[in-house]
């Protein structure tokens, strides 16, 4: 459908304004909430997604797309509870204590919203409690840690090991990213898996939830 | 100091990391020494004894100068370090900062007594060269924002601050760490520092578009190098060298604006390869850096055994381009809980290794 195409067209170009009315229009249409999540939103948003994983655009423009999804999301929330649709699935994310770096976390979290995931963004400096106490709560399939710094990247396995000792880390599987962040390092601490960048973590997310 | 002083540096082959962290973690108490100029000044010096270096560098800490400016401001200390602006400050509160005292923050008091120290043992014949630290305006700016990219990319479409809050915001903020950035580099300038180490690390693909910036945008030349340009006149006239750092990914539009400030030395961390970015660097800039030392912890990534190809696979590049470099980490060395051992055996086999080629 063209409207769709169209969603997707000025999603890629950050134009918020736009994708909002685009998407009241095919709601207006009678178009299907799924069908205008996942053919036009999303579309949009992988469209981006891979255009950023091949450095076609930087940061920025992506940002400027996620924002442009959140416009035309925020329309379609309720006919999607309405319809029935739900999320992907679930992911609980956030930057581990002592480390305040949150670019990398917000674009994993807008690459995972961008494939239909639901995430609880934490935010930064979350302790292991918050964390445990986060998956007790939202009951997620993943669990993605954050950190930039090497003298916070410990605090990875602290999570880890707080999410076992809470007899909870069967219940998720923990990602884990950031500058620093190595495969072997993920596999040291029991980590489930390393991505290196956003687009590949919202890949992963996807892989492991479907696994 | 003379910038032959560089030069000469440069040619005698040494190999230097950004090491005092690494070695203030090897004393029992590194959190009191922070606080305490003279012991701080004897880390920086033991720690350029320890790589036979001139250069003693400080702790590279880039959260000072948004603590100083916010407790200024009245922001209660347990809320800075996740303080964000929603909107303008008040004209009163930026005076302040403005006229603000940033010996009041008891770290920078003794970041420049430690420089006070080493410049007057340095006055009295010893070899060691203080050296200051600060981060640069529109880093310390991105530091103020919850999203500081998306005003930034549309002041870059054309976006006036008089028709967004937002990038109004943004020109308003980078003014008031402008103001702070210099109060913080004239202390340490008064302290002694014969040169400071200015990081500017956001300023890279992350905050800024390449697409947007090839479509004629202004906003890198606006946001980062305008106000470098100016704090780069307060060395001038104070007589202080610029030590520029960036351990982002850069374009080499970005290289090319940050070597026209004209610094002694440039910086750059891993994503950069020096050897590429040569060419935009005039001969009398040393380039620094810039071996992977983030990842130093791990034996996978970054083997000892691997340590001397990379040493002279750069010293191999940038002797045939004739340009002069110091070999050196992509940042502060940082100390790692659990693996000190392994940094610091692969910071000695950088400093120390023969290249074989």
Known sequence: MAILEDISAFLQKGKAKEVKEL???????????KSIL?????????????????????VPEVLIAA????????????HLATAGVKATGKVVLGTVKGDLHDIGKNLVRMMMEGKGLEVIDLGVDVSAEKFVAAVNEHKPQIVALSALLTTTMNEMKTVVDALTAAGIRKTVKVMIGGAPITQSFCTSIGADMYTSDAAAASDGAIELITA | MDRSFYLNLAATGKRLP???????HEKKDPEAILLDG???????????RKFDSPLALPIMDLTLEKDIMLRTMGIPAADIPTYHFHAKPDPKLVAKVAAMDVLASPRIKANCESLTHIAKAMAAGNKEVPIGMSIGPFSLMTKLMKDPITPIFMAGSGVAPEDDDDVDLLASLLDLCEKTVHACCLAQMKAGAKAIFLCEPAANLVYFSPNQIKDGATVYQDFVIAPNLRLKALFNANKVDLIFHDCGSLTTEMIASFAALDPVIISFGSPVKLWEAEPFVPKTTVLYGNLPTKKFYSDEEVPLSGIPDMVCEIEDKLKASGHPFIIGSECDVLSMPGYEKTIMEKVMAFTSCGCKH
């Open chain 1, 23 to 33: 998407v009241q229009q095919a709601i207006d249409q009678g178009i299907p909430a």
């Open chain 1, 38 to 58: 996942e053919d036009g939103l999303m579309n949009g948003m992988n469209i981006i997604g891979g255009k950023f994983k091949r450095n076609e655009v930087y």
């Open chain 1, 67 to 78: 924002r442009a999804m959140n416009a035309g999301t925020a329309l379609l929330k309720p």
């Open chain 2, 18 to 24: 950004v090491a005092t962290h690494l070695v203030l």
């Open chain 2, 38 to 48: 003279k012991r701080l000044a004897d880390a920086m010096v033991e720690t350029a």
